[in-house]
């Protein structure tokens, strides 16, 4: 089904960047990058929301925030940090304090003149209306599967402002292939309908064919569609971390060439290859997924190289709930992509992106509807703290996290363990 389409010749390249896969680079040299690039750039006057992620992604966003306060601090009109949460839970003070890099209560004092808010994606006030992705277009998208008219809504946040600033992380993405762009617009501060196309759209071409996909893919088109409706100047500072806290390289220009320069680079440096599948992953999740929600990535990402009839392990003591803002997940449980194609009509009315979010986990399978039997291509286990009948009522297996030893799964044969799980990709060669 996927149809990936080539970058514009010369895209990638219209960015600046520095930095490669080779090597990393100090906090000296980013800093003063991104001074040098903010600085040449006409800000004078004009108001900027400064976009970046949640907790949920991993780059030393203290310091590219003090960077980039350093440059438009003086210049810029206002200047508001909008949390792009997507569908994902609220970060307190303390959490945002944490993240961006002041004490808690003494935003002003670190980051003068800023205000920093969540995306609200709860509230319907929230939003600004920019048009509509015509059915037309979602057709063509889809290869036919899906036609409806999109509805395109947007934080008001950046609509308010003159300058739309993404800031943050290119990495592997089971939605869009390479996150980062204008996926910090949708999902990242988008309305709930594109969310759901956009997530239902990727669920259709499956995870494992479209994770780590750097061209244009169909989902990446949709969400630029919609982006192409924002009247602000949008533009990024794209970063592709290390395995450290370094950075291996910072992209700066128009939002689409300074994620294409990064995903260069993501491509090169967030795959590994292995030359033979595996029959068990013991993914160890890091504490910054909390819910299995997010904590999934560790699946997502180890998917493709698990052979028939294999497992992947999903280790997080400190994950005690599946969604808790999407309990709808209760409901469905998870399951692959064709039992809710083939029973549309039952499952239609759930939000397609809490659908796309339990086929993605549960993987590649197949569903009879004649004689109902669903057959899934590989097991996912949950060694987490929640309760084996949880675990049980949503279609998954059950280990208890008390009789893990990394170490001992690691001496196996026949089994990968991977650290810090979900944000490097495994693929086969």
Known sequence: MTVVRDLPAGLAASAARLGDASGVLDDDQVSAFIHEQLSAHPFDGRSVCVLV????????????????????????????????????????????????????????????????VNHEWWRPDAFADLGTVPAARIRELSEGRMELDVPVLLNRAVVEHDVALVVGPVLPHEVVGISGGNKYFFPGVGGQRIIDVSHWLGALITSAEIIGTTGTTPVRALIDDGAALIPAEKLAVSVVTSEGPELHSVSFGEVRASWASAAEVCAATHVTYLDAPVGRVLSLVPEMYGEIWTAAKGFYKVEPVVRDGGEVILYAPHVTEIASSHPEIHEVGYHCRDWFVHQWDRFSHIHWGVLAHSTHLRGAGTYDPATGEERLRVRVTLATGIPEDVCRSVNLGYLDPASVDPAAFAAEPDTLVVPRAGEMLYRLR
Not at 82 to 88: E, K, M, N, P, S
């Open 53 to 116: 992620p949640d907790a949920t992604r991993t780059c030393p966003l203290p310091l590219l925030m003090q960077a980039v306060h350093g440059a438009l601090h003086g210049r810029a009109s206002r200047i508001t940090v909008l949390v792009a949460l997507g569908t994902h839970a609220a970060m307190g003070e303390e959490a945002l304090a944490r993240h961006l890099g002041y004490a808690p209560g003494e935003l002003e004092a670190t980051y003068p003149g800023v205000t920093v």
